[in-house]
């Protein structure tokens, strides 16, 4: 169908678009990154041997989590934002 060429046209140029202002970044132990997730698109390669992951979430206003997790601290369980 041409919708679906059209499709994989868009997403070919998306790739290319993102892959031509990609910034590789060489993250060593004891490192940290911090970024802005609604202001950019990002990925990771192969993890070799192990890792720690450590999140945060920052947000101009804590009352819509404090609705979800029904708390009223500065701390949140990920777990109970997750549906499923």
């Given amino acids: 169908m041409e919708t679906d060429e059209e499709a994989r046209?868009?997403?070919?140029?998306?790739?290319?678009?993102?892959?031509?202002?990609?910034?590789?970044?060489?993250?060593?132990?004891?490192d940290m990154l911090i970024f802005n997730n609604n202001r950019g698109l990002h990925g990771r390669g192969a993890i070799v041997g192990d890792r720690l992951i450590l999140r945060t979430y920052v947000k101009k206003n804590l009352n819509k989590i404090r609705e979800l997790t029904r708390g009223e601290s500065y701390l949140f369980?990920?777990?109970s934002l997750v549906v499923g």
């Fill in 77 to 79: 369980d990920i777990n």
């Fill in 9 to 30: 046209d868009c997403i070919s140029k998306l790739v290319a678009a993102a892959d031509s202002a990609k910034n590789e970044i060489d993250i060593q132990p004891g």
